[in-house]
Structures are given as structure tokens and as C-alpha cells.
Nanobody, 119 residues
Framework: QVHLVESGGGLVQPGGSLTLSCAAS????????MGWYRQAPGKHRELVAT???????KYADSVKGRFTISRDNATNTAYLQMNSLKPEDTAVYYC?????????????WGQGTQVTASS
């Protein structure tokens, strides 16, 4: 059993900052990747940022230079530092954990946390 607990979402003015965190617990083994996706109303879920073990990082073009993903391997916690937030960043943000070895990958999702950038 794997559990993901997210925190850190909220309402912020455009240009502001927020930090999301995602703590993974349970039967964590063969951690392949950990990252964040988001889904805005009426849109598909999209990748925001991910760290693929050991340390390969990928960002969506729309967040490059503004968002920073990091991971604490000792506690299996991922963070997403979001700066210069824009109204178009408004979405539910989901933590994603991938366990296993390619191509046998199991996906786990957090409950989602709302991020709203609005004046």
C-alpha cells in the first residue's frame, strides 16, 4: 500500500509564490520517478515537473524558469516551488509517484491540491 499526502496549495495573487509538498509512505521500493501534474477545469491533466531517478528533471515549457522541483530521498518527499505564478497556473495539482523498473511501472496519485492565482 502506498499513500501520498499533499499540502501547500492555496490562493495567491499573480506574481506570488507557493510551495507544494508531497510525502510518500508505505511500501516504497524501486522509486522510478516522482513529480507533479495539474488539471485545470475543462482541460486534460498535464505534466508540470518530474524527477526520474537518480536525478533527471523535466519541466513543462510553460513553467520553466518559474517552478523548481526537488526531492528528499531520505523521506520520500517531493517539493514544487512555484514563483511568479500566473492566472493560467490555476489548477488542481496532483502528486505522482512511479514505482518499478521501465516498462513495468505502477502509478500512484495524491488527492490533489488546489492552486489559484487570482487578484
Amino acid at each position: 500500500q502506498v499513500h501520498l499526502v499533499e499540502s501547500g496549495g492555496g490562493l495567491v495573487q499573480p506574481g506570488g509564490s507557493l510551495t507544494l509538498s508531497c510525502a510518500a509512505s508505505g511500501n516504497i521500493f524501486s522509486l522510478y520517478a516522482m513529480g507533479w501534474y495539474r488539471q485545470a477545469p475543462g482541460k486534460h491533466r498535464e505534466l508540470v515537473a518530474t524527477i526520474t531517478s537518480p536525478s533527471s528533471i523535466k519541466y513543462a515549457d510553460s513553467v520553466k524558469g518559474r517552478f523548481t522541483i526537488s526531492r528528499d530521498n531520505a523521506t520520500n518527499t517531493a517539493y514544487l516551488q512555484m514563483n511568479s505564478l500566473k492566472p493560467e497556473d490555476t489548477a488542481v495539482y496532483y502528486c505522482n509517484l512511479k514505482l518499478g523498473s521501465w516498462p513495468e511501472i505502477d502509478n500512484y496519485w495524491g488527492q490533489g491540491t488546489q492552486v489559484t492565482a487570482s487578484s
